[in-house]
C-alpha cells in the first residue's frame, strides 16, 4: 500500500469502492497514508502500453533488448497478468520467469483476484503448474489453497524446456 507502484486494487480503494466495514475502510487509508498525491493507473491491464510493460518487467527481472525509457511504475501483480495475456511468446513466457523471479513479494490474493476478474484463473493455474513441474517452485500451503480454488483448463500448456531454458537464462 505504501509502494508508488501503481495498481487497480489502490484505485478501488481511493475510489471508495467499499461495500461494507467503511470504518475498517478509513483505518487502512489512515494506517497507510495514503493520500491525494496517488496517480491513479486509470486503465486496464488489457491497456497498458509497450513501453510501460517493458519498464516494468525490466524492473522485475525480466530483461529484454528493447529501448526503454523511464516510465510509471505498475504493480508486480498488474504486470504479471498484462505479461500472461501478451500476445507475444517471449513475453508471455516471460510472466512465468516474473512470476518465478518475485514469488515472495508476490501479494497471491490480488493475484488471484486479477485472474479471476477476467476469467483467466485457468492461465494463472497453468503457469503455476508448469513452474512445479519444471522444479523451479515448490508446491507450499499458500500456494496450495489458491490452486485449489483454480480449474484446469486443458487449453492452456506451457512447453517445459522453454520454461527451463528461460529460467537458466534469467536467474
Do not use: C
Amino acid at each position: 500500500m505504501k509502494s508508488d507502484e501503481l495498481s487497480p486494487i489502490k484505485d478501488l480503494i481511493l475510489d471508495k469502492y467499499i461495500l461494507y466495514n467503511s470504518l475498517g475502510f478509513w483505518d487502512l487509508i489512515t494506517r497507510n497514508d495514503i493520500n491525494s498525491d496517488y496517480k491513479k493507473l486509470n486503465k486496464y491491464p488489457q491497456e497498458i502500453t509497450e513501453e510501460e510493460l517493458a519498464y516494468n518487467y525490466n524492473r522485475f527481472g525480466f530483461k529484454l533488448h528493447e529501448k526503454l525509457t523511464e516510465e510509471t511504475k505498475i504493480s508486480l501483480e498488474t504486470i504479471i497478468f498484462a505479461m500472461s495475456i501478451n500476445d507475444e511468446p517471449r513475453i508471455r513466457y516471460g510472466s512465468i520467469i516474473v512470476l518465478k523471479k518475485n514469488i515472495d513479494k508476490i501479494n497471491l490474493p490480488y493475484l488471484f483476484y486479477i485472474y479471476k476478474r477476467y476469467n483467466k484463473l485457468g492461465l494463472l493455474r497453468a503457469m503455476i503448474f508448469s513452474l512445479i513441474e519444471a522444479k523451479a517452485l515448490e508446491e507450499n500451503k499458500n500456494i496450495e489453497q489458491y490452486l485449489d480454488l483454480m480449474e484446469e483448463d486443458p487449453n492452456i500448456k506451457f512447453d517445459l524446456n522453454t520454461i527451463k531454458e528461460y529460467i537458466k537464462l534469467y536467474k
